[in-house]
Structures are given as C-alpha cells and as structure tokens.
C-alpha cells in the first residue's frame, strides 16, 4: 500500500458519506477527467470544444473563470480545469425558454437549489415577472427598456437607484455603465470589488500610491522567495499553479501562510506537461507550510518584522550591514521609526497566541524572506475579507518596504483578483468615490454634470435598500444578494425594491426576490461572436497585473435574440434619459469609439486601440513599480497597525467561509470539493481533530455552528481536517448566513466572511433524538 499523506486526518473506524481522504496532487489525470464530465454534462456528446482552445489566445477571448494573466507565448491549450468549467458553463447546450417559465413558476424556482437554477441553462429572451401568475413571461427588448426607463425616471432622487457591476463585465460596457449612472445623477456603484479586494483598493493607495499589485507575471521568473498568504489557487486560479511551479523547479522556497492545508499549494502536476502526466511525479510546491489561526495574519505579519529587526541589530551588532535596505528606506520612504517603535513594543507572547504559531515558525519565516534578496508576496481574500483587511494589506506593504522588496525585477506585492475583469472595471470609472480629475474629464467629453457625492459601495446600497432609501436596482451581472453577507436581511432588501432589473447569461436566485417591478435581461457571454452595426466586435480586458488585452467570442450566440452587454446597457440608457445629448447608439455601433472615450477620461489609455490590437496588449502605468509613489509627500509610507483577530483562547473558534473546487464565486458547477475529499454535498464543515475532541464531537458527528442570536447554520456534518486549531470552515455562501451585514471592515467596507466568531454543538435535533 502507497504510504499516506501524514497531514490530512483519516478515520478508516468511522466513514461518513461522501467524504474520503484524497492523496493525489493537485491538476494531473483529476483535472482532465473533470473538464470532460462539464464538457459532456453541459455541451454533449458532440460537443464543439472549439471554444477551449481559443481561450486566452491573442486572437480569442479572454477566460471568464479568473485574473491571473496569459503568459506572453501562449499555448494552444493554455487554460486550466476551472476555467474549461466557467466555458463549458456558458457555451452549455441547455436553455432556459418560454416553455421553461411557463412550467416553473417563480415560487417553484425559489424552492430550486443555487446549483440546480444556473444548471437549467441559458438565458434566451427578456423576461418580466408577472405577479398575477407567478410566473415569469417573455417581453420584447423596447418593452423591457420602457419599463426600466419609467421606472428610473418614477424615483424621486437619482440616489434611489443602485449600479451593482459585476467583474465580468469589460472595459467597454463597464465604462458605458459607469456613464449612464452619472448622467442619471447618482455615483451609487456598489460592485464586486467590495466583497472581495476593496482593502487592496483602498489601503495600497495609503501605502504606496496605487490600489494594485505591482509585479508583472515575468517577475515570478526572477524571484528568489514567493510567499502565499491566504489564498488558495488550485481552486480560484489554477493557472497561477504553472507558475508556481516553474519557481519551485528552480528551487524558489515558495512559503504558505494559510490556515488550511491546500493541495493546490502543496503538490501540483501539469495536465500541460505529458512528462509528468505520463510519470508518477508530481511538482512539490511549497517548502514551507504555516496554518496560522484563522484571523491571526496581522499577529503572524507583525512577528515577521519583528523577527526581521531582531536579526538585523544583531547582524549589525557582529559588524554586519544588517538586513534592512537603509538606502531604499531614506530615499523612498517615511514612517519607518514609527513601525520600529511599534515592533518593539508588542510582545512575543501576543504574537504567539493570536497568530497561532511557534515563535519559532514566525522567525523562520522571517529568515526565508531576509536571505532572499528580490520576493513576491501573493494574497487572496484570506487577507482582505476581515474587519481588519485594509490593515493586513498594509502590514503586506510594510513588509515589502522594508527591504527594498517594491518597483524592481522580481519583487513586489501581488495581490490575487478573482473576476476576470474586476480591476479593469475600477479602472474605467466604477467606484463610488471618484475623483474631481476624472469626473471633469467625463463631462468635458460627453456634456453632463457629473454628481460629486460619495455614493454607495455594496454594503450601504443593501442597507439603503434595507432601510427604503433606495427603490432601485440594476445589476450588471452577478448574483448579489447571494453574494452579500446575512441572506435573511439582504432577501428582505430585495423584496422591498420598486424596480429591479438583472443583465445575466443564466437565471439565478436574485432573479427570485421579486420587486414591484421585476425584469431579466440576457446577455451575450464572453465566449460568443459579437456582432453590432459596424461589424464584428471585441471587447478588453485588464488582468491582475495590469495588462490590458483585447478578447473576441467566436461561438455563435446561444440565441439570436441575445444582446451586447454595452448594447443592453445603451437601450437602459436611452430610455431612462431621452434628454440627455449622447449618442449611446452611435457609442455602441463600434467599440472603437467607445475605447477613443476611455482613452479620453483615463490618459493611461492613450492611443488604446492601436495598443491593444498588438499582441499581447499594453501595461498601464503602476506607479509604484517604477519606484514612483503617487501619496501626497510622493514617498512610499510605513504606517503602523495594531494587532487584531481572536486570541487563540481555549474553545475559542473562529470561521472562515470558502469555495469549494467546483466553484465559482456564487455559481456551484457540482457538489464536489475534490482536493477535500468531498464528494456530492456541501453540508460540511471543517474542524481540528483536537478541537472536536475537545467539545466532545467526532469527525462525522452533525452539529450546529452559532454566530449570535439567529445566527446558526444547523445539520451540518464536521468533518476533521487538517486546519488549524480554534479555526472552522464552512462553503460560502451557505455559511453567509453566520455573518452580519454590519460586520465588516470600516474603511473599505469588505464583510467579513473570513472571521466570524461561532460557537459549534452538537445538532439540536441529534440532541433531541439521542
């Protein structure tokens, strides 16, 4: 028998349903298997996988499944298992229709499983809901756009209306959204990026002058250490695993900071590299494995630079130049004296008892990172989505700061985006704070008179809506009331809308939380041939690393009846503002003309279309990777945080809401988590043996998990795991029931669906029954 893998748990004496220990590495025969059930379950037998080898080509589109950018030589097969599952899941053979809706009636639908709803299909024809039935019916295009320009324009304030955008969403339709929002007179703009890596947009700015990652993807091939912290990419970037594994083959100690063991860090084999899927080997990733408590990252940071400091005195102590990079620090940087009597000040034993590791383990870390003289650090929503994310992120600059680790080859902080699109929409204009530069430049370009007003990211739009302020809702994509923490607070917000309107490929829950005025829009994917009255069309992208690339569907649509995302949102736009003097159609006729106006709001796009028809497309500027910090003072700043998260105290659990491997975001492909060992549910949770034993459970008990009056997530099965103690996992979002709406981070406004405090016991009705 093949020896086991000593640090997942196993439990032979007690099987549990669907739940088995899984030894392989991550990607190999697994991943190939699993592209061709999606491929086979949503296009058929016949299916034409066309689509697949286009992907993240130079001449076809851009993957709909994550961020992470397309090397500059692509492959003919450059995507991953995930991504084949996001295309699969679009170019589906399966159609929601008029025959469909007329079976299904609305209260039907809700009863339907997450999965179970997006699984039906796609999108044929606009839809409105029709109360006198419950069911939904199908609606021609003009009437469609009427209803939602009347409803619009019945607001008594723009501010009643909310602009959700999705990070799929392109450069060109997001910068027409962004425009109809404020020529309608709100800045009210909550969208992805809020529940995700806003405290990358908000704190970077503060620390160096810019809300993105400044690494480009050949710096990976130049760095000595690459440290990962609260991301899991096996899972939400696959691709990112080629590259880790080109460093860890030319011995870069890769070292992982994560409160769960992950297989998509530990062991990697290539479904793109015959040599190893023909051999037993697989590629080791990580060197060194950290599983902090769940919410210790700014404890564990903090002894990092305490450790660093220690061994740079020393090291100057015994004659040495010490390990800090002093030039860089005097010439580029200011607060340095603050954080060192910070460090100095907060004790070992804090640092050990919230972050959940050795002082031992801290300081190796800390020697990994000094003996390396150029180091990446990549974090995903393990460090943001605390009420303490916009710290993490800057405790990451502070790091990196310290040894001159920022704006040079092979170095610099790379934060992990999870849309394909997210940051490219921030980009062109969706925010809720805009700045006077940009809204001047709109205006002088289009005529309007932009609102100045911060508006509203996503957790004050549902509070908005919660409270009455807002009667309207237009969602470029997406599924936000799923995605929002607290379902019964955010549903009932929903429900009391006067207007709400989703743009979507598929029909999904928030379709179901019907308002006054209820209607569903289909859109073309990403993946289909987009035709308007100047021609074929394309659309861009900008990546996690700010590279801005042109991506062009080639599958024909799913129905003619299909519409343009930038089409749909100018048909919305004419009828809402008949009097208002832009030509949306002449705008949407060539998407040339809607990048000429990009370029003119946002300079960083000069000459954009003779740029991205280049292979490969364009950088846009990032400050901060040329060494040019665009604060205030023009210096990169240090800036001190207190320490935050549980302190480890006995029966103290902390939990952490995640995806599972046949995820995406809210959108469930199947009920399988295969690197877990978890096989067609999502009922789990994930607890230390340890703990379990210490609150009297066993792996395969059901239980409760609690977050507070109201609060609980009932009949779940533990399952132990190789996770650290006083930590908890339980699938988002299910468990986004155990999170406030009000529990997030204060200055970006992230919920917290990393730490929630709970409480696990045994199932109420297990009790009752025993």
């Known amino acids: 028998m093949a020896d086991r893998d000593p640090t997942l748990p196993h439990h032979d004496d007690q099987p549990v349903d669907g739940v088995a220990p899984y030894d392989g590495p991550a990607g190999g025969w697994g991943a190939l298997r699993a592209v061709a059930v999606a491929i086979k379950d949503q296009m058929g037998a016949s299916a034409d996988t066309r689509a697949l080898l286009q992907m993240n080509q130079p001449t076809g589109f851009d993957c709909p499944g994550c961020a992470w950018p397309d090397p500059k030589h692509t492959s003919s097969f450059e995507f991953c298992e995930n991504g084949a599952k996001a295309v699969t899941w679009e170019a589906t053979a399966k159609r929601v229709d008029a025959d469909f809706f007329a079976r299904h009636s609305a209260t039907e639908l809700f009863g339907w499983s997450d999965h179970a709803l997006e699984d039906a299909g796609r999108l044929t024809h606009p839809l409105r809901y029709d109360a006198s039935t419950d069911h939904f019916t199908i609606i021609p295009w003009d009437e469609a756009f009427a209803r939602i320009g009347a409803g619009l324009q019945a607001l008594a304030d723009p501010n009643q209306a909310e602009f959700y955008c999705s990070g799929r969403a392109s450069n060109e339709a997001a910068f027409l959204y962004q425009l109809f929002a404020r020529a309608f007179g709100t800045n009210n703009f909550p969208d992805c990026s809020n ?22 993807l050949e710096d990976f091939d130049e760095a000595d250490a690459i440290f990962c912290i609260g991301h899991n990419p096996g899972t939400n970037h696959p691709r990112m695993l080629t590259t880790l594994s080109a460093a860890a083959r030319r011995g870069v100690p890769i070292v992982v900071a994560n409160p769960m063991r992950e297989r998509g860090l530990e062991r990697f084999k290539s479904p793109q590299h015959p040599g190893e899927m023909l051999t037993p080997s697989s590629t080791q990733l990580a060197s060194a494995y950290h599983q902090l408590r769940v919410g210790g990252d700014s404890a564990m940071l903090k002894g990092m630079m305490k450790a660093l400091l220690e061994m740079d005195a020393a090291d100057l102590a015994a004659g040495g130049a010490g390990l800090l990079d002093r030039p860089f620090i005097a010439g580029h940087t200011t607060g340095f004296e603050a954080l060192a009597d910070d460090l100095a000040a907060t004790g070992w034993d804090e640092i050990v ?13 800390a020697k990994i990172y000094a003996a390396a003289d150029r180091v990446i650090i990549c974090y995903g929503m ?29 170095a610099g ?15 062109v204009g969706i925010t809720e704070s805009p700045d006077e530069a940009m809204l001047a430049r709109l205006d002088a370009r289009f005529g ?13 739009a549902l509070q908005a809506m919660r409270d009455g302020r807002s009667k309207a809702l237009i969602a470029l994509g997406g599924n936000l009331a799923v995605a929002m923490p607290d379902p019964e607070a955010s549903f009932a917000a929903f429900r009391k809308l006067d207007l709400s309107v ?58 003619p009846d299909l519409r343009s995302e930038p089409a749909i949102v100018a048909g919305m736009a004419k009828a809402a503002l008949p009097h208002v003097a832009i030509d949306w159609d002449w705008l949407v006729a060539d998407y040339d003309r809607i990048r000429d106006a990009i370029e003119a709001v946002f300079p960083d796009f000069h000459d954009f279309n003779t740029r991205v028809r280049q292979k490969g497309g364009f950088r846009l500027t990032v400050g901060a990777s040329d060494r040019v910090w665009n604060t205030p003072d023009g210096k990169a700043h240090f800036l001190v945080q207190p320490i935050t998260g549980a302190r480890g105290d006995a029966g103290e659990l902390m939990l952490t809401t995640i995806r599972s491997h046949d995820q995406y975001n809210t959108t469930i492909y199947g009920l399988n988590d295969r690197y877990r060992g978890i096989t067609g549910r999502r009922d789990i949770v994930f ?29 779940y099965t533990v399952v132990a795991h190789a996770i650290a103690r006083g930590s908890l996992a339980a699938y988002y979002p299910e468990a986004n029931c155990l999170v406030p709406l009000d529990d997030h981070d204060r200055e970006s406004g992230t919920p917290s669906y990393k ?5 696990m016991t045994a199932a109420k009705e297990a009790t009752e029954a025993a």
Do not use: W
């Open 195 to 216: 529940m995700c890596h806003e405290a990358t947009s908000v704190g970077l700015p503060k620390s160096i002058g810019v809300g993105k990652g400044t690494v480009t």
């Open 353 to 365: 008892q919230r972050s959940g590791l050795t002082r031992d383990a801290i300081e190796s870390m």
């Open 382 to 410: 393990g460090i943001t989505q605390h009420g303490h994310g916009t710290a993490n992120v800057q405790l990451l600059a502070d790091l990196l700061l310290l040894r001159g680790n920022m704006g040079r080859p092979g």
């Open 413 to 427: 902080i790379c934060p992990l985006r999870g849309h394909s699109n997210v940051q490219g929409d921030r980009t």
């Open 448 to 460: 309007i008179a932009s609102p100045r007003a911060h508006g509203h990211a996503a957790v004050e």
């Open 502 to 559: 989703n743009i979507l490929t598929k029909f999904n829950r928030t379709c179901l939380l019907l308002a006054r005025e209820t209607i569903v829009l289909p859109c073309l994917g990403r993946t289909e041939h987009d035709e308007q009255a100047g021609g074929s069309q394309y659309i861009t992208v900008e990546d996690s690393m700010s590279m801005v690339h042109a991506s062009r569907g080639r599958l024909k649509p799913a129905t």
């Open 687 to 715: 607890a230390n043996a340890e703990d379990l034993a210490a609150l009297g459970l066993d792996h395969g008990d059901v239980v409760d998990i609690a977050a507070g009056p109201g609060r609980v997530l009932r009949g």
């Open 755 to 759: 730490s929630v405090r709970v409480t």
